[in-house]
């Protein structure tokens, strides 16, 4: 009963959805309960998926990014708050470290060194030390949602291997694979097309040895050796009896081979400058620490080096889409590692699939933390709260298509459009064919996180728990070796 009233309203769902195209909004990653905007404030200074695995057709046998320019501060007009003999002993490793930092610098460090830290620093940033996925985590990302998601990408990489003409080894790299879980939906997915999964040698890029531990034994690694001069992890996954070796960057990935990337929620980690426009032109918002031993933001009282940045994004942008914006935020890692990319799709051939919350122009301002499914201010305890920003989708493309003709971009589109034309729709129907009452209501809420947009309309349960759309919100986007043709979903 239970079973077809779900049934019933999802029904409309799996014709509409895919095709429910918004403007982007605020929001960013995806929530498991409800949360609230906090402001921020700026000093101007004198200074898995839940559900269980269903399978039927699909049987269950079967940055290095850092920028280029080195960054030096122009600290002359800024104030340098005192010293303070006794630091509060309640401070974390890593809030030391920043204030040590910003100490011995003698004044405020850029908000992407700032981000860099908080992330992934060696020994205590947010992504190192622990697992912050899921709802006991801070948040929760499409993979996780739904085994479909990765399912999905599962079909874009087999379509793009057949357009490569089926080549009998494909390095697929997944960077930042979170815990494992698309990787191990595409190949549980694709198990039972062998010359595909035969192809493929995978190539995580993780800078967690914690995540690291995760994605071997979510894909059910076994004979795990390490490369003495590299120090490379390397394994076999049981799932696809698939070789999978573990890499801190890009760089370290083998080339030679054709390639195919997986970015997803990737770009919107990597660090942000961020710019703000005043009565004398631009300046830079830096973090600093307050007389009272607080982070605070402060305004670079002049240009600084960074600003070279700024200017290089502004020649891609229409005068007045800059005229318009009084703060603007810089990726320069995203910039960098799309040229990576794409002059080693240029040189080994292949393609990339970039998705994440994102627009197609210049960002405003966007960064975020997140706390156990929370927003909370971004100075606020660093290391205990997730950061994130919009991805510049157009900057990607400028990046990489200046590299080489020999590469194309395509996108971005909606996550909606995207999965809808991978096929999302026949998956829930089938899946729907055959599960229990509590996975049918998992899979109605997952699809709806997917490809929805906004609030679910069917849902009943506590408003809190509502269930939001990712399908407008998140975007794709391909980068091509043009001898490959245009990939599926982008034609
Ligand atoms: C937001 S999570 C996304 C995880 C996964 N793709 C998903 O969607 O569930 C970002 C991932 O990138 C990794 N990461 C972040 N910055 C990195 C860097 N600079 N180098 C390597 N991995 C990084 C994190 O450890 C994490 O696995």
Redesign the pocket.
């Known amino acids: 009963m239970m079973l077809r009233r779900s049934l019933a309203r999802l029904s409309p769902l799996l014709s509409n959805a895919a095709l429910r195209l918004n403007p982007i909004s605020s929001s960013s ?1 995806s929530f498991c309960s409800s949360s609230s905007s906090s402001s921020q404030t700026l000093s101007p200074t004198t200074s898995s998926s839940s559900s269980s695995k269903l399978d039927n057709d699909h049987a269950e046998s079967s ?3 850092s920028p280029s320019v080195a960054i030096s501060i122009d600290r002359s007009g800024l104030c340098n708050p005192p010293e303070h003999a006794h630091e509060p002993s309640s401070d974390s490793e890593l809030v030391k470290h920043l204030k040590s930092i910003i100490k011995f610098r003698g004044g405020p460090i850029s908000v992407a060194e700032y981000m860099e830290e908080v ?2 620093n060696p020994k205590s940033g947010f ?1 190192i030390n622990r697992d912050v ?1 899921g709802t006991s985590g801070d ?1 929760i ?4 949602v739904s085994q479909m998601f990765g399912e999905m990408i599962g079909v874009w990489v087999m379509c793009l291997w057949e357009q490569m003409g089926q080549p009998p080894s494909v390095n697929l790299v ?6 494992g ?2 990787m191990s939906d595409l190949l549980r997915g694709s198990s039972q097309f062998k010359n595909f999964t035969k192809s493929l040698h995978i190539h995580l ?4 040895p914690v ?1 690291q531990k995760i994605q071997y034994e979510k894909l059910k690694c076994t004979d795990e050796s390490v490369d003495e001069e590299t120090g490379a992890k390397s394994a076999v996954s049981a799932v696809t009896s698939t070789p999978v070796s573990w890499h ?2 890009l760089d370290q990935v083998p080339s030679g081979s054709p390639t195919i990337i997986i970015a ?3 770009f ?3 660090p942000i400058y961020q710019f703000q426009k005043g009565a004398r032109g631009w300046s830079e918002k830096m973090v600093d620490v307050s007389e009272d031993s607080k982070f605070r933001f402060v305004l670079s009282p002049g240009p600084t080096p960074a600003l070279l940045y700024l200017a290089r994004r502004s020649q891609w942008a229409p005068r007045e889409e800059v005229a318009k914006l009084e703060q603007i935020e810089v990726c320069p890692s995203a910039m960098d590692l799309t040229r990576k990319i794409a002059k080693r799709i240029d040189s080994d051939g292949g393609a990339a699939l970039i998705i994440d919350y994102g627009k197609d122009g210049l960002v405003s301002d966007s960064l975020q933390a997140i706390r156990k499914h929370k927003f909370v201010h971004i100075l606020d305890d660093p290391g205990s709260a ?1 950061l ?1 920003a919009y991805v510049d989708f157009a900057s990607i493309r400028h990046s990489a298509q200046e590299i080489s003709e020999n590469v194309a971009v395509h996108g971005p589109i909606t996550q909606s459009q995207l999965l809808g034309s991978l096929g999302i729709n026949f998956r829930v129907e089938k899946l729907l064919q055959n599960c229990t009452e509590e996975q049918a209501e998992n899979l109605r809420t997952g699809y709806w996180r997917l490809v929805g947009d906004g609030e679910a309309p069917f849902w009943e349960g506590p408003d809190e728990q509502t269930p939001i759309g990712m399908g407008t919100r998140y975007l794709a986007m391909a980068i091509v070796n043009k001898k490959q043709g245009v990939p599926v979903a982008f034609q």
């Open positions: 990653r940055a290095d990014s992330l992934t992504y996925f948040f990302t499409s993979p996780e997944e960077l930042g694979p979170g815990r879980t698309l890029v993780e800078c967690s995540l801190a960057s997803h929620e990737f919107d980690a990597l997730d994130s």
